[in-house]
């Protein structure tokens, strides 16, 4: 059966699934989304026995029919090896009592390497499907995480160059380094002179830019984006829940078909939405429960109906979690509108002039798969120092919020069932919060000094991606003024440079 997806502003048009993820965003601004959630077609006995590879086969499959077994097999094959410091890819730890579903064992120890290891793939793939003959370019404004999970998915990836530009100072110590020291003849790394949202700006504009684009054409390249709500990263997400229900059978944790809870620390809505997937492939998940750090608007949304982004933006040590509008978000609320594209769009557009939106209690009614909670900065700090305290487990700051909510939800809710967290990140990139949550003593130490600490304290070594930025050599010093960036851009892929002004 040949899967179509359409975008959730418009249900006329059907695309490929090789078309949606070449695309990345609809023309008309809303999310590509499958026309119907496809099932599993094996059973749970058999995914018990499979490995993390064979598992996101099994499922990858069943959305994206246009790519041959051949081409899907080779796209996973390419995305999870080596780079991933465990056999396992993500492994489960039980500590206390939950399993820690562990998704920062990829090349930049957190879970964006989960879709960021494959998407490059499964791009250049798409583009050979179509036809698209054109080397992709890849901009990307990050805050941190997203643009170094990219670089390390796009570096050396055949028919692609990345540009990935960051505010010089508006990111941490690791985070730069991190990206700064990127391998890889096709990647490129500028400090622009500004925020991030300077940055974000500066790349929105050139993806809007048509005589840009044009120029670009005509040189050869085509601009594309790694962003999340690309479906190509959100179905590479829906592996791990369904792997770690089967390693969960297979260890004789649970029964078949015994209904277990989700709970991910949420920031874009693209985590858990990849679970609340998982759960219509046929997943036993009862609850999928959705943890936010003090901005709060997901947990709100969830009490009220009401998504109010008028608020304060608040920075936290949960930074990857530090939003207002969760864009995959979108597609919830497109099935529970009954997939319903006009009514969709009346609420973005409402989300986009008010910033605020009220769904009907009907719609509503239909969030009953999902609980939510949050956790302020200080619970955030007694969590990691009480799991330390009781267990010797580190977990980190995002990981963290998710624990919190977790206990709260089981005390409150006497849900006693087996429950999976969603562990985002390892302490080792948060280091300095973390630290200092287990101890005083640590606030304010060198960020790189701790890390010799932190792998003392936890009897864990210190993961391959952060021991390498240490001795690295600094491969991109390039910098930028926020008005320089289409010139900066031209001028990496060698652009326009003997031709005057037409
Ligand atoms: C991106 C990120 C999140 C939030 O995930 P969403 O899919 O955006 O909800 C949580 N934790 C970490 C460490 C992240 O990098």
Do not use: W
Request: proline residues 2%.
């Amino acid at each position: 059966m040949n899967l179509l997806y359409k975008s959730t502003r418009n249900s006329e048009k059907t695309v490929t699934a090789s078309e949606a993820i070449l695309k990345g965003l609809a023309d008309d601004g809303g999310l590509f989304v499958p026309t119907a959630i496809p099932k599993l077609s094996v059973s749970l006995d058999t995914l018990k026995n499979m490995t993390y590879q064979e598992t996101a086969y099994a499922v990858m499959k069943e959305f994206f029919t246009d790519f041959t077994e051949a081409e899907l097999k080779a796209c996973i094959a390419k995305a999870y090896d080596d780079k991933f410091d465990t056999e396992e890819i993500a492994p489960l730890a039980k500590v206390e009592d939950a399993y820690y579903l562990e998704l920062f064992h990829g090349a930049t120890i957190a879970f964006k390497d989960m879709a960021l290891s494959i998407l490059p793939h499964l791009l250049t793939t798409s583009a050979k499907k179509n036809q698209a003959e054109k080397e992709i370019v890849i901009l990307t404004a990050t805050s941190g995480d997203t643009g170094k999970a990219a670089l390390a998915g796009f570096a050396d990836v055949e028919g692609t160059k990345i540009i990935v530009f960051y505010p010089k100072d508006g990111v941490s110590r690791v985070q730069e380094l991190q990206m700064v020291t990127q391998k890889g003849s096709n990647t490129s790394v500028v400090a622009i002179h500004g925020n991030f949202d300077n940055a974000q700006s500066g790349v929105k504009e050139m993806f809007e830019n048509k005589k840009l684009a044009e120029e670009l054409g005509q040189a050869g390249y085509q601009l594309s984006s790694a962003n999340s709500i690309n479906i190509g990263r959100l179905v590479p997400q829906i592996v791990y829940y369904v792997y770690a229900y089967a390693k969960l059978l297979l260890n004789e944790e649970i029964t078949e078909g015994e209904e277990i809870n989700v709970v991910v620390p949420t920031g874009n809505f693209g985590n858990i939405l990849a679970a609340y997937y998982a759960k219509q492939m046929g997943i036993p998940i009862a609850k999928l429960i959705c943890a936010s750090n003090e901005n709060k608007v997901l947990f709100d949304f969830f009490q009220t109906g009401v998504y109010d982004k008028n608020r304060d933006f608040i920075l936290t040590t949960s930074p990857s979690m530090d939003i207002l509008i969760s864009s995959n978000l979108e597609r919830l609320i497109y099935l529970i509108s009954g997939q319903d594209a006009r009514r969709n769009s009346g609420f973005m557009q409402e989300l986009k002039t008010e910033g605020i939106y009220k769904v009907s209690g009907e719609m509503k009614a239909e969030l009953s798969d999902f609980a939510a909670g949050y956790a302020t900065e200080e619970e955030v700090k007694q969590t990691i120092h009480d799991i330390y305290k009781n267990t010797g487990y580190v977990v980190d700051t995002h990981t963290a919020v998710a624990s919190r909510v977790y206990k709260a939800y089981a005390e409150d809710s006497g849900d006693s069932r087996k429950t999976v967290i969603a562990s985002t990140a390892s302490p080792y990139k948060f280091v300095g919060s973390v630290m200092s949550a287990i101890d005083d003593k640590y606030k304010g130490m060198d960020e790189l000094e701790l890390l010799d600490e932190l792998s003392r304290i936890s009897g864990t070594e210190i993961p391959k991606a952060i021991d390498e930025i240490r001795s690295a050599k600094v491969c991109h010093c390039e910098e930028c003024d926020v008005d320089k960036m289409e010139e900066t851009v031209k001028a990496i892929l060698g652009v326009n440079k003997n031709i005057g002004e037409k």
